[in-house]
């Protein structure tokens, strides 16, 4: 079956403006995470979906950095007033859920990689 | 503060030689899981092994082996008869489950090289 998908797969944006990834998780997963890792580092979590229940959104950086999860499928990433700073690859990943045969295994996404300009 | 520790410099490995990856953690949570990923250059996260906290024996999956000392926080990596496809960055993970949340936190990863 198809994996995580994430589009753009690139996206070069000057300093400024707005951005919007996107993610589609493996179908019936309840739980969605998106991570970020810059360059030469380990992922840095950013926010959790899980079914209907309100997200995590400890991990957000910045006010600038919100999500959104609709239907319970597709999620989409959004920075507002891009840095230089938020430069790196966002990935994706979904789970069944909480308690759920499989669980235990994050399936990731193939990741967008960011270029702030 | 640093939930995940890995702190081996970049590695050169023999092939078919055996590779320990170090890796240890910090938690007041009872209840965790431990993991370890796998990016090889092309960028993917790719899954290898789990290890839950009150799991009593050694998580194995194939050339994969999880070290896990429970008392020294520690969950380390072995990889047993390296090959080529095995260079990648190995990422050391910790779900700590008890709070309901489900994040993983990562290491900052160990660069291996197997070499011919």
């Known amino acids: 079956g198809a994996g995580v998908s994430q589009s753009p797969s690139n996206k070069v944006t000057e300093k400024g403006k707005d951005v919007e990834l996107r993610c589609d998780p493996i179908s019936g997963h309840t739980a969605l995470y998106w991570y970020r890792q810059s360059l030469g580092q380990g992922l840095e979590f950013l926010i959790y979906f899980q079914g209907n229940s309100a997200p995590d959104k400890s991990g957000l950086p910045s006010d600038r950095f919100s999500a959104e999860r609709t239907g319970g499928s597709v999620s989409t990433l959004t920075i507002q007033r891009t840095q230089q700073e938020d430069s790196a690859v966002y990935l994706c990943a979904s789970s069944p859920g909480p308690g759920l045969a499989g669980d235990n295994e994050q399936f990731f996404g193939p990741g967008t990689r960011l270029t702030v300009l | 503060a640093q939930k995940i520790t890995q702190t081996q410099p970049g590695m050169f490995v023999q092939e078919k030689e055996a590779v320990t990856l170090d890796c240890t953690y910090d938690?007041?949570?009872?209840?965790?899981?431990l993991f370890w990923y796998k990016q090889p250059s092309s960028g993917e996260m790719i899954f290898l092994i789990y290890q839950g906290s009150y799991d009593q024996q050694n998580a194995t999956e194939g050339r994969y082996s999880l070290n896990f000392q429970k008392a020294r926080k520690s969950a380390n990596l072995v990889i047993s008869a390296s090959q080529l496809g095995d260079s990648a960055m190995y990422f050391c993970?910790?779900?700590?489950?008890?709070?309901?949340?489900?994040?993983?936190?990562f290491g900052k990863g160990n660069q291996v090289v197997v070499i011919p």
């Open positions: 993970a910790m779900r700590e489950t008890s709070y309901g949340n489900n994040r993983l936190a």
């Open positions: 938690t007041s949570d009872p209840s965790y899981g």
